[in-house]
């Protein structure tokens, strides 16, 4: 089911095609004057350029040639030669009929789906997760919901850290402390067996929060402290039981708490993969490496060079085996493209982090090329920018230290309950849903303010702009959702049932081709990784309709207007809740 601009498209490329121009110079726009025009063409320029005519004569010809095409009221040539177009009622009738009628609402399949894997969250193993993990969480989550809406097989994967150097401190900053649960870990590394784990129990998140900072500072400072912690790093890797024991403590209590942060977002993994998962793969793949010829011995060190002829500046190489022996970051990195190629082989895997680490991920790919684990082009990393504050820097406390994300969240949270409170909203509900709603609008609130900018760029996080009901913002979304529901509600009530749609007026043609964009939005989403274009379409949906609903009366219209300005409504707050959805936004029933 094609949408207008398409349609449209298809045969404005046919009349340059006839004209004997490259048909591709036909691309048809939405118009960037609604008043004059629904859509536009200006190739006709570009194509006069090449050929040595007059543009507006040759518009004119191309014009000819869309003579009784029958979805258009009028054709009209402005300026130097742009090619107008304004659809006639009927066209956009059976379009607004088609979507309402259509489970999807307009959005279409990809010709040819996928299997991708969408990596993002990136939270560590004893570590609460702060407003660094934000954007990562939500751009990836929305487009996981994109590409398997699209028809992909999409998977989401955490991928956290929880096998690194800092295991090593954390282990023995613990066992300083806790001397019961060292007892534990020095009787089972001795081989001692059905021990009572119960003094691990004592350990807490908030306990490996406070004594990690400590540990590393004092990591840097004595060289014993630091010799010790990578002792344990290399037992806890060999699987020594106590150290093992203690570490799985670590990542359960972790998990608990990411689960917790994380749903509260909306956002929800398919896998929960860490480093420690692929540890089993990096020695034969190190042995595969070497066999291949691709590593290079450095200074002690095992590396990749991936530096390439015509490249304007040089890469660093991919530091396989640190002199000491150990695998490092972008080992574990590989090892992992190595296990999803094995375990899922996906087709596409984009990797949402920040693009501060580009260059990382440039160096750990081109390494993945040359081993054979992946293709140029499957591995993909969709950088993101900062979130900052006020100061234009990325977002810290006014102690100068980094926000915990949970704390930001209930911040927010806080904030959605005084606005519902000011406008009045939810005064008389039920606290458990009130404090749901006010929980949505807080997600809401974060998300859209998030979702609504190009991912590539950074943004000022401001709390009262976000949270209104007014502008352009994820309440102000909630809020217009909301309102078609109330309307569909109080006609429920009048035995006022959805029709045959009807379109005539100047706000219901806005709004039809409003919903006729959803097509276009969803494919520059998934195109570009670019899930604003979806916050952008889901904005411009919530105006329509409420131009719609102020200038075209629903409940009060004769019946056959009545019955199609409902089904009008309808199919607006379920391409809306759609949208909003794929942004991983939730909408209340009311407010």
């Excluded at 890469?315 to 190595?338: F, H, K, N, Q, R």
Aim: proline letters at 4%; glycine letters at 8%; one cysteine or more.
């Amino acid at each position: 089911m094609s949408d207008l601009k398409a349609l449209l498209g298809e045969a404005v490329e046919t009349a340059f095609a006839d004209a004997g121009l490259p048909p591709e110079l036909g691309r048809v726009t939405v118009s960037d004057r609604p008043d004059l025009a629904d859509f536009q063409s200006n190739g006709a320029l570009a194509a006069a350029k090449r050929v040595g005519r007059n543009p507006r004569e040759l518009a004119a010809e191309i014009v000819g040639k869309l003579a009784g095409a029958s979805a258009v009221m009028s054709v009209e040539i402005a300026g130097p030669g742009f090619i107008n177009f304004r659809l006639t009622d009927a066209a956009l009738t059976a379009r607004a009929n088609a979507i309402a009628a259509d489970p999807r609402l307009g959005g279409e399949y990809v010709a040819t789906s996928r299997r991708v894997l969408v990596d993002y969250g990136g939270p560590n193993v004893a570590k609460p997760m702060h407003v660094g993990h934000l954007r990562a969480s939500i751009i990836g989550e929305s487009l996981k919901r994109i590409y398997r809406f699209r028809g992909d097989e999409v998977l989401g994967d955490a991928h956290f850290g929880d096998w690194g150097y800092q295991m090593g401190l954390l282990i023995g900053a613990v066992m300083d402390e806790n001397f019961a649960a060292a007892a534990v870990v020095e009787r089972l590394n001795a081989g001692a067996t059905g021990e009572d784990l119960g003094p691990f129990d004592t350990v807490s998140l908030a306990d490996l929060d406070r004594l990690y900072p400590l540990a590393a500072a004092r990591g840097k400072e004595e060289p014993a402290y630091r010799d010790r912690a990578r002792k344990i790093t290399a037992a806890l890797q060999a699987k020594q039981p106590g150290y093992y024991a203690l570490w799985e403590r670590f990542r359960d209590v972790t998990r608990v708490a990411l689960e917790r942060d994380f749903h509260a977002l909306g956002v929800d993994f398919d896998l929960w993969k860490g480093e420690s998962d692929v540890e089993d793969l990096i020695g034969p793949m190190v042995a595969e490496l070497d066999a291949k010829g691709l590593l290079v011995d450095d200074q002690g060190a095992r590396i990749i060079r991936v530096t390439q002829d015509g490249d304007k500046r040089e890469l660093p190489p991919l530091l396989v085996v640190s002199s000491e022996g150990s695998a490092m970051y972008g080992t574990t990195d590989l090892a992992t493209i190595l296990d999803r190629k094995n375990t899922f082989d996906p087709e596409l895997v984009i990797y949402c982090v920040d693009q501060r680490q580009a260059d990382h991920f440039e160096i750990v790919f081109r390494a993945a090329y040359q081993a054979g684990y992946a293709r140029p082009g499957q591995l993909e990393h969709v950088g993101f920018g900062t979130m900052n504050g006020a100061d234009g820097k990325p977002f810290k406390t006014r102690e100068g230290g980094v926000l915990k994300l949970n704390d930001m969240i209930e911040m927010t949270r806080t904030k959605a309950r005084e606005r519902l409170h000011e406008a009045g909203l939810g005064e008389n509900f039920a606290e458990a849903e009130f404090e749901d709603i006010a929980n949505k609008v807080a997600v809401a609130a974060l998300k859209f303010a998030d979702l609504q900018n190009f991912r590539g760029t950074s943004y000022v996080f401001d709390l009262d702009r976000f949270t209104s009901f007014e502008g352009k913002t994820g309440p102000y979304l909630l809020y217009q959702a909301v309102r078609v529901k109330s309307v569909l509600r109080r006609a429920a009530e009048e035995n006022a049932a959805p029709g045959p749609i009807t379109v005539a007026e100047p706000a219901e043609r806005e709004l039809v081709l409003t919903l006729d964009a959803f097509e276009a939005a969803l494919a520059e989403a998934y195109d570009r990784y670019a899930p604003n274009a979806l916050a952008e379409h889901a904005y411009r949906l919530a105006q329509a309709f409420s131009k719609f609903y102020a200038a075209c009366p629903i409940l009060q219209a004769e019946p056959d207007v009545r019955a199609s300005r409902l089904a009008l409504a309808t199919a607006a707050l379920r391409q809306l809740e759609r949208a909003l959805d794929l942004l991983g936004i939730a909408v209340p029933e009311r407010m």
